[in-house]
């Protein structure tokens, strides 16, 4: 992994020893060692930087509050003379916090444990994926509950507490509201078009004016849902 480095200390001597440190170091690049923090800063706001070597006492601008007023922060690594600041580093989250004189075994821990801070996240972008929905749900029959698979839903008739999910071998009556197994429906797959009736998307064979054909079903478009119900067919491209 290599990694983009500034460094920001107005002390000639610290900065040119950083600088240094930076360069033996093959995984670093430094891009630019700045002795005046306001001109940092507009370097900080184009560039994308990984890691960022910041002093903490400065005559211009002090690195505690550059840090509060930078957006889109790297990996900071604060340097100071004055122990007493690592408190307030820490509670701006910094990575680590270097002592003067700095040693160049000191400095390659620091680095080090932003590398690994580093590899985390990005492993952690990496690999992280949505969790997947379920492709079933589970509805109330009598005493029983019922799986039903969604790709097996033709539609949904609700009547008052009551709702019958229908499908290609059944008619499944269950106790409940038609707003809650709504809810369960993926909004991709499924569409209300009436107070009484959801549709599985898939399964429309006709769309009319005021109604959707399902096999031999003929289902009314509410006035309510109807343009709604428009949209959703028509970004599909399949009027």
Excluded: W
Excluded at 84 to 111: I, N, Q, S, W
Excluded at 160 to 169: E, R, S
């Amino acid at each position: 992994m290599k990694l983009n480095c500034v460094i920001i200390e107005d002390e000639p001597l610290a900065r040119n020893l950083l600088s240094d440190y930076v360069n033996k170091v093959p995984s670093l690049t430094l891009l630019h060692a700045f002795g005046n923090p306001l001109e940092a800063l507009d370097f900080l706001r184009t560039q994308h930087v990984d890691i960022l070597f910041l002093d903490v006492q400065m005559p211009q601008l002090t690195g505690i509050s550059l840090l509060k007023v930078l957006q889109n922060k790297p990996m900071v690594i604060l340097t100071t003379a004055y122990s007493e600041y690592a408190l307030e580093g820490y509670e701006l989250d910094v990575a680590d916090y270097l002592l003067k004189p700095v040693t160049f075994e000191r400095f390659l821990k620091a680095v080090d444990k932003v590398t690994q801070r580093l590899s985390g996240e990005s492993k952690t972008t990496q690999t992280t994926e949505p969790p997947a929905l379920p492709d079933y749900v589970f509805v109330k029959d009598g005493t029983k509950s019922v799986k039903v698979m969604l790709d097996d839903i033709l539609y949904v008739e609700g009547l008052k507490d009551y709702v019958t999910i229908h499908t290609p071998q059944q008619k499944i009556v269950t106790l409940q509201r038609m707003k809650t197994l709504e809810e369960q429906l993926p909004t991709n797959k499924f569409i209300r078009i009436h107070n009484s009736y959801i549709v599985a998307v898939r399964a429309i064979d006709v769309v009319h004016k005021n109604e959707v054909q399902i096999g031999t079903a003929s289902l009314p478009i509410g006035d309510t849902y109807r343009k709604a119900f428009r949209d959703f067919i028509e970004k599909r491209h399949i009027l």
